[in-house]
């Protein structure tokens, strides 16, 4: 069973900073590298939005109008982990953050990812 585990969520004042991680185990025939990867949030009463996305060897990345020039997502696969480093947050990136792998490369789609973490809750005062 394959399990994400995310990290790094917490409470910053806009402007500031954070990093989140999302770690996979627990897999069995399940091969880190085969899988693209991506960060998706959810806000209160709204739906769930895409953030950022990469590649199965890290090369290729999209993001969000909304996020780009302020996050980076980034992946190594010898952790089996990616990232999601999150500058200059604004009180309107508070939601709850997870992060998705599927074999369908550079989809928005939340109906490719076959897996998903539980989620790491950002919440970014003014």
């Known amino acids: 069973q394959v399990q994400l585990v995310e990290s790094g969520g917490g409470s910053v004042q806009a402007g500031g900073s954070l990093r989140l991680s999302c770690a996979a185990s627990?897999?069995?025939?399940?091969?880190?590298?085969?899988?693209?990867l991506a960060w998706f949030r959810q806000a209160p009463g709204k739906e769930r939005e895409g953030v950022a996305l990469v590649s199965t060897a890290g090369e290729v990345s999209d993001y969000a109008d909304s996020v780009k020039g302020r996050f980076t997502i980034f992946r190594d696969n010898a952790k089996n982990t990616v990232y999601l480093q999150m500058n200059k947050l604004k009180p309107e990136d508070t939601a709850m953050y997870s992060c998705?792998?599927?074999?369908?490369?550079?989809?928005?789609?939340?109906?490719?990812?076959?897996?998903w973490g539980q989620g790491t809750q950002v919440t970014v005062s003014s």
């Open positions: 627990g897999y069995s025939g399940y091969i880190y590298s085969n899988y693209w």
């Open positions: 998705a792998a599927g074999t369908v490369g550079g989809s928005w789609s939340t109906g490719d990812y076959e897996y």
